[in-house]
């Protein structure tokens, strides 16, 4: 699997997140920080997460994308579109109930092609707090999307806490 990236683009209001290759962990740190700076414009039409190219992608991420769906519902009465092919990956959507957050579509975004418009998410290089933050809070909502997804996630959220804790 291709080390994954994130591109982001935003034009008049409509935000577009491009996921690539194997998608982890490592990039949550700026993933959040984008998904919270949509939030602070006040124009946001349209929120779009391509995943045609997208190899895997790991729960925290999904949890990202559970805050982005959550958040474009409360502030913008929006429901994002997800774009997606994969077999896998819609399974994974499924079983975590994202398929109920955002409306899926398995075929290629509206100007798809139009890749020079889009900066690549550098991977933050934050402190390890702030990535265990950001890691519980994904895990935490996708509990809360998803209680059936709790007993794969229990372990994990509470030692988190814990960490977090220890940290405050």
Do not use: W
């Amino acid at each position: 699997m291709d080390k994954g990236k994130i591109f982001v683009g935003q034009t008049n209001g409509n935000y577009l997140i491009r996921m690539c290759g194997d998608v982890r962990v490592t990039l949550c740190a700026s993933l959040n920080h984008y998904v919270e700076s949509i939030f602070g414009d006040r124009n946001v039409k349209s929120v779009l997460v391509d995943l045609l190219e997208t190899e895997g992608i790991d729960s925290t991420t999904l949890g990202l994308l559970t805050k982005l769906a959550l958040l474009s519902k409360r502030y913008y009465d929006i429901v994002p579109l997800l774009f997606c092919d994969n077999p896998g990956i819609l399974k994974t959507l499924e079983a975590m109930s994202l398929d109920e957050l955002f409306t899926v579509i398995r075929e290629a975004p509206p100007d798809s092609d139009k890749s020079e418009s889009l900066n690549e998410l550098i991977c933050d290089k934050s402190d390890e707090t702030e990535a265990r933050r950001s890691v519980l809070e994904a895990h935490r909502l996708l509990v809360e999307v998803n209680p059936h997804c709790e007993p794969e996630f229990i372990d994990l959220i509470r030692y988190l806490e814990e960490e977090v804790g220890k940290e405050s």
